[in-house]
């Protein structure tokens, strides 16, 4: 059975809706270009598409995946793929590549996103005047930063420390401050915003972006999907 | 003006939803607005989940968006989270398509279709910058119009709207937009208000509340009369003859995010001659206009294919009545070009076995729940209230979904229906008690679902002249039920707030004198009073008291033949007469045929407008018609027998 992987983006107004409404907006695009996805069985038959660690209501993001598993007959032009599914998305949810998901070397079925990925890449923008290097270094010189957050209902304090893998404050082209993030998503993901509580309660960003999710393999951290936008790729059989 | 999206979005990471205010639904426009395009504010006066599937709102935003000299936006109530930060930092009510204040609009137009929004209304004319009360309003402001079916008793909303729309809207927004064309091009100079709304009274079908003069004897309302010559004693109800010639919505408004009603909808037919004697759509939509098959057919696969929806719902009061319905159906789910994945919905099913069959057809795919609409527990209350069903057609029905697979099946009941009593109330459990004991046969977890609502009378209708159950009553009853069912783990008994039941009723039949109290519920904070956790009876308690009104005045009595009522001004089309005498037919427990397959009883619609069924076929549809006296699991070709009629000469 072939799994595809495609990467999108999120942008713009389009930010404000769901983890599940995306789902459900995947499900309308690839019923609208016919795309030949394998369905669940059962009462309630649903297509077969999996996606990666769920963004935030209200963020952006430039690397967001999503698996599907094709009908087995299937034979599908990938390199027109992005092409064929951007205008089948709302405005803002852009596709920027696809791609087989190759099997393991031994033959196995390839991790799912949600097993493989270990980070993302994250920047929040904030209002002009916000002292964010001060604010990063004394994170990072900290052993631990303790945040209180919920779970399935249930709040427990738990210290995030060891989830910031890198943190720096940046000023964009435009003069803003910026915070760069790479935020472990193991044992537990740890969110920007529960981040910026760690840094301080009362910061409040404006943007929130994620701009790469990665997996480490071998000590090398690479893509989920390692192709440029738009990459024309052979079809693996 | 400009977008005011960069002081909306920050406020959006602070309340729930936030992706209700985004607009960027597929088949959303952005109108380019100028000085000679008359700009609609198209305002559903709830939450957009409950909103943007409205299919009447969506049918004008784009026949008016066709046009040259229109534009239309959409605006839904925000919620309380939104609301309380919009008024503190200052945000008018805005369009969720380019996010243009309101104030931008020339018309600010509310789709009704329930009263206990009534409270909405006025807090979204409030958000718009816009004077409440309409005689407080100058050339400045936007028009407020209200159309859908609660126009059809304008009263209780009469101080706060411009202008009233009566029956469909496909043609009349367009001679609107005429009117108002003129009054904007001409600069909307002081005192041209007036004149627009007196050139706007002379468009049938619109109704100008300010052009009417009220009188009233005691609490008795005397009349209401036209204060100007040209202005219409009597509003009569737009019509449009034929479906065929508005399929529309063509684009269909794919939501974002989750909504009601989620799913490609193509209306079938409008208007039902069933004769359900408390069914104001029913009564106030006549008389039936089937859309061509061919056409319904186009509408499925062509709006499928642009949606990219697994589900299509044919809308209708009766979807199954539909001429050749299990044609269609067959069509639509054996198409090869929706592979096979698409399900289908026919709400308001009839009850019967026939039904049933085609239900099995169009549920191959995703089999959920069947719900049937008995309406009353005993077959003497059923002819009262017109809904012909025999214990064996709905024992069948039932027989037939429990044996194809259904393990759910819901019942639709109301309580307090006039005549009445506590051995017909408690038919409810009968009734519902046999279908779990049918289900059982087939499955070992069969259950029912009773849903119990407090029946409120609704003008136009021939049940506008009794007087409604109060709260207490209807507690009353719904106690009955639940110490009846109290046993029957597989009876799960729903039922509706006799409390929210009797502010409706407040609403319903309310005359001018009711705008007080819709104002100072709204003013005291009663917003979204159709949401249980919103709603506070107590509010519409105080208001009344406040204002001397009588709640049982306005609701639990009975009217008189010579009463005159709030809406005797606007016309359905109905005869007065024709609705006294069903009235006096209710009492004496004798059913009325439907007019589509027997000879006309002369309700007054089609004689008085001109107009016609358009209906496929003129013979009942296969499997029978319910009340006909046929055999329902024979088939077609038994001999209609029709139950006897009194009264009528």
């Not at chain 2, 069969?446 to 207490?472: E, R």
């Not at chain 2, 005498?581 to 006309?600: F, I, K, M, S, V």
Request: charged share 25%; proline share 6%.
């Amino acid at each position: 059975m072939t799994r595809l992987r495609v990467r999108f983006q999120k942008l713009g107004k389009v930010r404000w809706t769901s983890h599940r409404d995306v789902a459900r907006m995947w499900e309308r695009a690839c019923r609208r270009v016919q795309l030949p996805v394998a369905w669940t069985g059962g009462f309630s038959p649903r297509p077969k598409l999996s996606f990666g660690l769920a963004l935030p209501t209200g963020a952006e993001s430039l690397a967001e995946y999503l698996d599907l598993e094709l009908a087995s007959e299937a034979d599908v032009d990938l390199d027109g793929l992005p092409a064929r599914l951007t205008p089948a998305l709302p405005a803002g949810v852009d596709v920027t590549a696809a791609a087989v998901v190759a099997s393991t070397p031994s033959g196995g079925r390839a991790p799912s996103l949600q097993e493989d990925v270990d980070s993302c890449g994250w920047r929040v923008g904030f209002a002009p005047g916000v002292d964010l290097a001060a604010l990063a270094d004394r994170a990072l010189a900290s052993s631990s930063l303790l945040v209180e957050r919920e779970r399935k209902g249930r709040l427990s304090v738990d210290d995030v420390r060891p989830a910031i893998l890198a943190l720096s404050a940046v000023v964009t082209a435009e003069g803003e401050p910026e915070l760069e993030a790479l935020l472990a998503t193991r044992p537990r993901a740890l969110r920007p915003q529960e981040l910026l509580r760690a840094l301080d309660p009362d910061l409040e960003g404006t943007r929130v972006c994620r701009t790469h999710q990665w997996i480490e393999r071998d000590g090398l951290r690479e893509e989920p999907l390692a192709v440029a936008p738009h990459a024309a790729w052979a079809r693996a059989q | 003006m400009t977008s005011l999206w960069p002081r909306i979005e920050p406020l959006l990471a602070k309340v729930q939803k936030p992706a209700r205010y985004i607009g960027c639904e597929d088949g959303s426009r952005t109108p380019e607005h100028g000085s000679r395009r008359v700009a609609w504010l198209l305002v559903y006066p709830d939450a957009y989940e409950v909103g943007l599937p409205n299919q009447g709102l969506q049918i004008l935003y784009e026949i008016l968006n066709e046009r040259d000299d229109a534009v239309a936006e959409r605006a839904y109530a925000p919620w309380v989270d939104l609301e309380a930060l919009m008024r503190s930092h200052r945000l008018p009510l805005f369009s969720v398509d380019t996010h243009r204040p309101a104030g931008d609009f020339d018309l600010l137009a509310f789709n009704v279709s329930a009263e206990l929004v009534y409270t909405n209304v006025l807090n979204c004319i409030d958000l718009a910058s816009v004077p409440v009360r309409a005689a407080d309003r100058g050339p400045e402001h936007t028009l407020v119009v209200a159309g859908g079916h609660c126009a059809f008793n304008p009263e209780p909303l009469a101080d706060f709207v411009d202008v009233f729309v009566i029956g469909d809207g496909e043609e009349v927004v367009s001679e609107i937009t005429e009117v108002v064309g003129e009054w904007k091009a001409s600069g909307r100079t002081p005192g041209s208000r007036e004149r627009v709304l007196r050139d706007l009274a002379s468009v049938p079908g619109v109704y100008v509340p300010s052009m009417y003069d009220v009188s009233y004897e005691g609490p008795w309302l005397r009349a209401i009369t036209p204060r100007y010559p040209g202005v219409p004693e009597h509003v009569e109800k737009r019509t449009v003859a034929d479906l065929a010639d508005w399929p529309y919505p063509k684009q269909q408004l794919v939501p974002l995010t989750e909504v009601v009603h989620d799913r490609l909808n193509v209306e079938i037919f409008r208007g039902c001659t069933r004769g359900c004697r408390f069914c104001q759509a029913g009564m106030i939509t006549r008389p039936v206009r089937e859309r061509p098959a061919d056409q319904v057919r186009t509408m499925v696969s062509d709006g499928l294919r642009r949606t990219g929806y697994d589900e299509v719902s044919l809308t209708s009061l009766s979807s199954a009545d539909f001429s050749g319905i299990d044609g269609v159906v067959a069509g639509i789910v054996n198409d090869p070009v929706n592979c096979g994945q698409v399900s289908l919905s026919l709400p308001s099913l009839r009850v019967d076995a026939f039904t049933v069959s085609v239900a099995t057809e169009i549920q191959k795919v995703r089999r959920t729940g069947l719900t049937f609409a008995p309406e009353a527990g005993a077959w003497r209350l059923r002819q009262v209230i017109n809904k012909l069903i025999r214990e064996e057609d709905l024992y069948g029905a039932v027989e037939a979904a429990y044996s194809q697979g259904w393990r759910r099946v819901k019942l639709y009941f109301m309580t307090g229906l006039p005549t009445e009593m506590d051995e017909d109330t408690l038919g409810i459990a009968h009734l519902a008690r046999n279908c779990v004991a049918i289900g059982r046969r087939y499955h070992k977890g069969a259950s029912v679902t009773a849903s119990v609502g407090g029946f409120v009378p609704k003008p136009h209708t021939p049940f506008q002249w009794f007087g409604q159950n109060g709260a207490a009553e209807l507690q009353r009853k719904v106690g009955l039920l639940r110490d009846d069912l109290r046993r029957d783990r597989a009876v799960n008994l729903r039922w509706h707030d006799p409390k929210a039941t009797l502010a409706e009723g407040i609403a319903s039949r309310g005359d001018r004198r009711i705008g007080a109290v819709i104002e100072e519920v709204w003013r005291r904070g009663g917003v979204f009073q159709e949401w249980s956790e919103h709603f506070d009876m107590a509010l519409w308690e105080e208001a009344m008291a406040a204002h001397g009104l009588s709640i049982d005045w306005y609701v639990t009595r009975h009217r008189t033949e010579d009463e005159v009522l709030p809406w005797d001004h606007v016309s359905a089309g109905l005869h007065k007469d024709f609705l006294w005498q069903d009235w006096q037919d209710a009492l004496a427990e004798h059913g009325l045929p439907d007019c589509r397959w027997t000879p006309c009883y002369d309700c007054g619609v089609c004689t008085d407008y001109g107009l016609e069924h358009v209906v496929a076929s003129t013979l009942p549809p296969a499997g029978g018609s319910q009340g006909t006296g046929q055999d329902l699991s024979a088939g077609g070709d038994v001999p209609v027998t029709l139950l006897p009629v009194g009264g009528r000469g």
